[in-house]
């Protein structure tokens, strides 16, 4: 115990020399004359094993109790769900069926009504053909559509700078 003071100036001279090993040595050395090694008692090994154990089980009754409770909140509101959404979703499933069928009746029925007026399918695409034409005329749609392609050109040409592709990876 008489070295701990000199290593402790040892030490300090050390750490504000700024001589980083020195200083760990004369620290560990001041440590080790300051803390006598005292060995572990049995009892309270023992003591500190019970302690841990005990509240290892707590925790395991806790996770079990709060699982419990997570699958009954689960199941009541599974429950509530399928009790309260049945209708709906019976309702939307039948609202789509009867819309099915009315679109394959109203096809069937125009199907039959065009072959007794002498439709020909030629005639059906001369009909989309003069749509796509009123469309496509349209001033409106035209400028629109040209801008939407130089949006796509311009994000194009951006996304090339940023991936950094150049020339020769295309060949």
């Known amino acids: 115990m008489n070295e701990a003071p000199g ?4 030490w300090r001279a ?17 440590f080790q004359t300051a803390m006598a090694d005292r060995p572990v008692s ?6 500190t094993m019970a302690a841990v154990a005990a509240v290892a089980a707590g925790d395991a009754r806790r996770a079990r109790r709060q699982r419990a409770g997570l699958l ?15 209708g709906w979703a019976v309702s939307l499933a039948s609202a789509a069926f009867i819309g099915l069928l009315n679109m394959l009746v109203a096809g069937v029925v125009g199907g039959a009504v065009a072959f007794q007026t002498g439709t020909g399918v030629w005639s059906v695409l001369l009909s989309l053909g003069r749509a796509a034409a009123a469309l496509a005329a349209d001033s409106n749609v035209t400028f629109a559509l040209i801008a939407i392609s130089a949006v796509a050109v311009a994000a194009l040409l951006a ?3 940023l991936l950094g592709s150049d020339g020769e990876s295309f060949q």
């Open 7 to 10: 290593n402790y100036e040892r």
């Open 14 to 30: 050390a750490e504000e020399s700024e001589r980083d090993d020195d200083a760990d040595w004369a620290f560990r050395t001041v």
């Open 42 to 47: 049995p009892e309270f090994t023992t003591r």
């Open 72 to 86: 009954t909140v689960t199941a009541v509101i599974t429950t509530a769900a399928v009790y309260f959404g049945a």
């Open 159 to 161: 996304l090339q700078r």
